[in-house]
């Protein structure tokens, strides 16, 4: 069984910055893709970001230029860098795991208002 555990939510005005963490349970980390997902009230999980196992990466076009994926593969952790946030990235944030089977973290809140 593998476990996703993130961290890093919160409540930032807009213009600011957060940094997601999702940490992996399994020493096979640096095989999964992984990806970052989020779902607004009333909305579907949209995909935001990807990295593959060899760090390609890939934006859903809302995100480009302003958010950034990055993996550590000796820490076993995913990132997602937010910057220039906007009340619309408001959503619970999920960290998801591929490599055959899919795995879920339990999401974490991000909240952009003043």
């Known amino acids: 069984q593998v476990q996703l555990v993130e961290s890093g939510g919160g409540l930032v005005q807009p213009g600011g910055s957060l940094r997601l963490s999702c940490a992996v349970s399994?020493?096979?980390?640096?095989?999964?893709?992984m990806g970052w997902y989020r779902q607004a009230p009333g909305k579907q999980r949209e995909l935001v970001a990807t990295i593959s196992s060899s760090g390609s990466t890939d934006y859903v076009d809302s995100v480009k230029g302003r958010f950034a994926i990055s993996r550590d593969n000796a820490k076993s952790t995913v990132y997602l860098q937010m910057n220039t946030l906007k009340p619309e990235d408001t959503a619970v944030y999920y960290c998801n795991a591929k490599f055959g089977s899919e795995f879920w973290g339990q999401g974490t809140q991000v909240t952009v208002s003043s």
């Open positions: 399994r020493s096979v980390f640096r095989s999964y893709t």
